[in-house]
């Protein structure tokens, strides 16, 4: 295990989120959600970006094992195998709880974009950072 990349590609994954939430999407995705009642809070700010790079870090720790154990050494299967990821277990997940949640539609797809071009970075990373 390269902890190194692992570590990188958690911080990627990190700064897509703070790309995609604070420059992309951001805005619409705080107007949609507060439409739903959600009521977003600045405080705790600290503790919720280091919970969010936690989470990023054992993603990237559980993709680093995929990796490994498929033996993907290039860029373009590591990538495929994080859209399957992003896909197969992040999207899916949203959708379920969303759907019970009854979120706006923008929300999921702003949500499970975010975490399906974060584990394509991360599959790309970690492939060929060896």
Known sequence: MNWLA???AAAVYWIIGAIWYMALFGKIWATEIQKHG???E?????????GNFLCNLVAAF???RLIGRTGITDLVPG????V?????????ALTIQYLWESKPFKVWVIDASHHV???AAL???LAVWK
């Open 84 to 92: 399957g990821v992003g896909l197969g277990f992040s999207a899916t």
């Open 62 to 64: 559980i993709m680093a």
């Open 123 to 125: 599959g790309g990373i």
């Open 79 to 82: 990538l495929k195998l994080g």
């Open 38 to 40: 959600v009521k977003l």
């Open 6 to 8: 692992i570590i990188c």
């Open 117 to 119: 071009v974060g584990c």
């Open 42 to 50: 600045q405080s705790g700010m600290a503790a919720k970006m280091i």
